[in-house]
C-alpha cells in the first residue's frame, strides 16, 4: 500500500514513549479536548501511514503528543 503520509510512525513512537503507555482511546480523548474529532480506527489508519493528515490535525497531534510538528515530521530531533 502507498505510504500516505510521513508522521505516523513517530505518532506511533510517542504515543508509546508516554509513561504509562498512551492508548489510541486515550489519543483520540487528547484531540478531542483540542476540538480535533479523530477515532481510534483513524489514529491506527494514519500510524500504519493509510490515511493522509490534515494541516489542522498535525498541530493537534503535535500538541496532544506534546512534541514539535518538525519532530512528527522528522525535520528535528526531539
Known amino acids: 500500500m502507498e505510504q500516505r503520509n ?3 510512525s513517530r ?3 510517542a504515543r508509546l514513549a508516554e509513561k ?3 492508548t489510541l482511546a486515550d489519543l483520540s480523548a487528547r484531540l ?3 476540538g480535533i474529532s479523530l477515532s481510534i480506527s483513524s489514529i491506527a ?3 500504519r501511514g493509510e490515511r493522509i493528515v490534515t494541516d489542522v490535525q498535525l498541530v493537534a497531534l503535535a500538541k496532544a503528543l506534546k512534541v514539535s510538528v ?3 515530521l522528522g525535520l528535528k530531533d526531539l
Open 11 to 13: 505518532i506511533r513512537q
Open 70 to 72: 518538525l519532530w512528527l
Open 6 to 8: 510521513l508522521v505516523g
Open 32 to 34: 478531542e479536548v483540542l
Open 20 to 22: 504509562p503507555r498512551m
Open 45 to 47: 489508519k494514519i500510524e
